[in-house]
């Protein structure tokens, strides 16, 4: 890193997320932001030109079954089940407003 993180920095941080922090939480705080800060600045420094890019480590494998075409229900069955129809089509109640 080029410059080490300050105490302020991370009391200026908190003041601007309007967190309230105790003089341990911004020891602490600060010593772990540090630890974060040069985690991030070694990736940077790595050398990852020749590398695909990835986004999971193994190769994923699809493991749904195969569509299979079969017969379905009868409508008019279906229909004759429901609770409530009209014109061949299930009738249920109004989401919005008052019910009929």
């Known amino acids: 890193m ?3 993180l300050r105490r302020e920095d991370v009391a200026h941080v908190a003041k601007l997320a309007r967190l309230i922090l105790s003089e341990d939480e911004l020891n602490r705080f600060t010593q772990q932001l540090s630890q974060v800060l040069e ?3 070694d990736m940077n ?3 990852l030109a020749n590398l695909v890019a990835t986004a999971h480590p193994f ?3 699809n493991v ?3 569509d299979v075409t079969r017969p379905s229900l009868d409508h008019d069955v ?3 089940m429901a609770p409530d129809a009209q014109d061949g089509r299930f ?3 109004r ?3 008052e019910a009929p």
């Open 39 to 41: 985690h991030a600045h």
């Open 91 to 93: 009738a249920v109640p």
């Open 45 to 47: 420094s790595l050398d």
């Open 59 to 61: 190769g994923l494998v």
């Open 2 to 4: 080029s410059e080490p």
């Open 64 to 66: 749904v079954r195969d």
């Open 95 to 97: 989401i919005l407003g």
């Open 78 to 80: 279906v229909i004759a």
